[in-house]
């Protein structure tokens, strides 16, 4: 993969997963996941995907997720709408918490925040109309991009588990934010992703429950 789009941008550099090649400095990087979802495809569980991102500098241009076992493959880039298999996708028009559904993953490795975390777990069993955990943060995201869940939050992420889903919500019309609101998402650890309606108010819940201002 790296070989072929190294061909398409000579001048880029790449982040990935797998330690292909890694640079945050040039001003052209692709941004990849060869396998988001690994846990998954090492059970046998059908949800994972390839996911690739092109950054200029600090903004995103392209976004691609191919979720393999649907065959779906979601895209988008600048100045374009966001697709799925050529169609058209919108993020949902649902107005309030109450009647979205909610995505999220668990960390792997860094349990330092699971406290405050599983506050807005439990908060989201109470008051929404339910919580998801498929174990694919990029397919997550792609999720909310075509209107199959309101919003999505994680931390301990990395910038090829967000980059191309990050960018595929917000042509979709969604917005997308680190914990406090801010724009540090792609490479901040931490995300949250929700359809144009619901994201000041659960934003506001995720602020609250991991006490942050």
């Known amino acids: 993969m790296v070989d072929g789009l190294r061909k398409v941008l000579p001048e880029s550099r790449f982040i990935t997963e797998e330690n292909t090649a890694s640079s945050t400095t040039e001003q052209f990087k692709w941004i990849i996941d060869p396998l988001d979802g690994t846990t998954n495809f090492v059970h046998g569980v059908p949800c994972y995907c390839v996911s690739v991102a092109l950054m200029d500098g600090e903004e995103l241009l392209i976004g691609i997720i191919h979720e393999v076992n649907l065959n779906e493959c979601f895209y988008s880039s600048k100045g374009d709408a966001a697709y799925v298999n050529g169609e058209v996708i919108h993020v949902s028009k649902r107005k309030t918490l109450s009647e979205s559904l909610i995505v999220t993953g668990f960390p792997y490795t860094n349990f330092s925040r699971m406290s405050e975390y599983m506050e807005i777990f439990d908060y989201c069993m109470r008051n929404t109309h339910g919580i998801r955990r498929p174990g694919s943060a990029a397919i997550d995201l792609a999720y909310v991009a075509c209107g199959r869940y309101e919003a999505f939050y994680e931390y301990g992420l990395n910038s090829w588990d967000v980059a191309a889903g990050a ?24 995300i949250i992703a929700t359809n144009d309606s619901v994201f000041e108010e659960f934003l506001g819940v995720v602020m609250e429950k991991m006490k942050v201002s």
């Open 167 to 190: 960018f595929i919500v917000q042509q979709a019309g969604g917005k997308v934010s680190d914990f406090t609101g801010k724009n540090e998402y792609v490479f901040g650890k931490e």
